[in-house]
T-cell receptor
């Protein structure tokens, strides 16, 4: 069964600290993995997208890693800021031929709710 | 990228009524996707809206409950019919822009509360 599991479910850290969010998946055949940030009351916004051959990808203070062998990904946030408080969603795409789209079939995790305290 | 506008951003509705959510994109897109995000749950795809043809619904979702219109390449509506409290959720419109193939962009969402 294709699944995406995220941990922890929620996390509280102090401003300036680092943190790492985890994503384990069983989706097959794997196409790519995305991390989204969703602020409260807003739609998800893409942070990174990684393909099978990519191990690490950074976007400012966000660094995502992918281990396709163990089917694990992590999102590391450096020097956290209050604005990092949000839900972080891991999305794994399975290769799926659909006319008119290259998205594949998407499997969403439930997200990790991150709260950054001053 | 794509700018996606959804209306309404939030609403409170009575049981048994219907609500139509609008989604406007600033560029022409082939497919528009409607998702539901229930509290504490992952995003769930309701249906894919194609211009000029019937929407394609995912397992567990039916046209009578969630009728969808797609009159042109920049606009779509999702109606939540005969609402019950279980329909309280965030409904999200999303697109894959033609110049950003493989990437999914979301609207701000429509938060629906059914009393």
């Amino acid at each position: 069964k294709n699944q995406v599991e995220q941990s922890p479910q929620s996390l509280i850290i102090l401003e300036g600290k680092n943190c790492t969010l985890q994503c384990n998946y069983t989706v097959s055949p794997f196409s790519n993995l995305r991390w989204y940030k969703q602020d409260t009351g807003r739609g998800p916004v893409s942070l990174t997208i990684m393909t099978f051959s990519e191990n690490t990808k950074s976007n400012g203070r966000y660094t995502a890693t992918l281990d396709a062998d163990t089917k694990q990904s992590s999102l590391h946030i450096t020097a956290s800021q209050l604005s990092d408080s949000a839900s972080y969603i891991c999305v794994v795409s399975a290769k799926w031929v659909k006319r008119g789209s290259t998205l594949g079939r998407l499997y969403f995790g439930r997200g990790t709710q991150l709260t950054v305290w001053p | 990228s794509a700018v996606i506008s959804q209306k309404p951003s939030r609403d409170i509705c009575q049981r048994g009524t219907s609500l139509t959510i609008q989604c406007q994109v600033d560029s022409q897109v082939t497919m528009m996707f409607w998702y539901r995000q229930q509290p504490g749950q992952s995003l769930t795809l309701i249906a894919t809206a194609n211009q000029g043809s019937e929407a394609t619904y995912e397992s567990g979702f039916v046209i009578d409950k969630f009728p969808i219109s797609r009159p042109n390449l920049t606009f779509s509506t999702l109606t939540v019919s005969n609402m019950s409290p279980e329909d309280s959720s965030i409904y999200l419109c999303s697109v894959e822009p033609p110049d950003r193939a493989g990437e999914l962009f979301f609207g701000e969402g429509s938060r629906l509360t059914v009393l």
